[in-house]
């Protein structure tokens, strides 16, 4: 089958789906985004995590045909002409990108998670990152990239009022 949609604002297609595809096999290898990554594959570590007409989904477990006409971004489509999105640049100055392999997921997870509470407090964070798995280390580099993300768009915020 025949499966278009938009991916970071682009239309896409991709020729001879199978039924049985899943978003994330059409996104890394048909569509050439790789930034989201291919663990476990039962949407236990959240490493595949992009949106879903705006909401964050682990594309391993969206078929392909149920992206039909709709909208997916993935953690390539969070910066913009501009540069890196302020999570993303977070991330690297708090030096929470550790082997790499979960921060898309976390990422989009965040940059999601700020969106909605811009000053989220431990516990929002927690919670809102409780489905991504980091095998590395701990998460106090990554709660600190959260935390610097949120105060540097508040300071953003608060300058252009």
């Given at each position: 089958m025949?499966?278009?949609?938009?991916?970071?604002?682009?239309?896409?297609?991709?020729?001879?789906?199978?039924?049985?595809?899943?978003?994330?096999?059409?996104?890394?290898?048909?569509?050439?985004?790789?930034?989201?990554k291919?663990?476990?594959?039962?949407?236990?570590?959240?490493?595949?995590?992009?949106?879903?007409?705006?909401?964050?989904?682990?594309?391993?477990?969206?078929?392909?045909?149920?992206?039909?006409?709709?909208?997916?971004?993935?953690?390539?489509?969070?910066?913009?002409?501009?540069?890196?999105?302020?999570?993303?640049q977070a991330?690297?100055?708090?030096?929470?990108?550790?082997?790499?392999?979960?921060?898309?997921?976390?990422?989009?997870?965040?940059?999601?998670?700020?969106?909605?509470?811009?000053?989220?407090?431990?516990?929002?964070?927690?919670?809102?990152?409780?489905?991504?798995?980091?095998?590395?280390?701990?998460?106090?580099?990554?709660?600190?990239?959260?935390?610097?993300?949120?105060?540097?768009?508040?300071?953003?915020?608060?300058?252009?009022?």
């Amino acid at each position: 089958m025949r499966v278009t949609f938009t991916a970071n604002g682009k239309p896409v297609e991709a020729d001879d789906v199978w039924e049985g595809e899943s978003l994330l096999y059409v996104l890394r290898e048909r569509v050439g985004l790789p930034g989201s990554k291919n663990a476990c594959e039962q949407g236990e570590c959240g490493s595949c995590t992009v949106y879903l007409d705006g909401t964050p989904v682990c594309s391993c477990l969206v078929a392909a045909g149920q992206v039909q006409g709709r909208e997916v971004r993935t953690v390539e489509g969070l910066a913009d002409e501009n540069g890196l999105d302020p999570v993303q640049q977070a991330f690297i100055d708090a030096g929470a990108v550790q082997c790499g392999f979960c921060t898309p997921g976390l990422l989009v997870q965040t940059h999601d998670l700020l969106e909605r509470e811009p000053q989220p407090s431990d516990t929002d964070i927690r919670e809102a990152l409780s489905g991504n798995l980091c095998r590395c280390t701990g998460y106090e580099k990554i709660m600190d990239a959260v935390r610097l993300a949120s105060a540097r768009q508040c300071q953003k915020a608060g300058a252009s009022e």
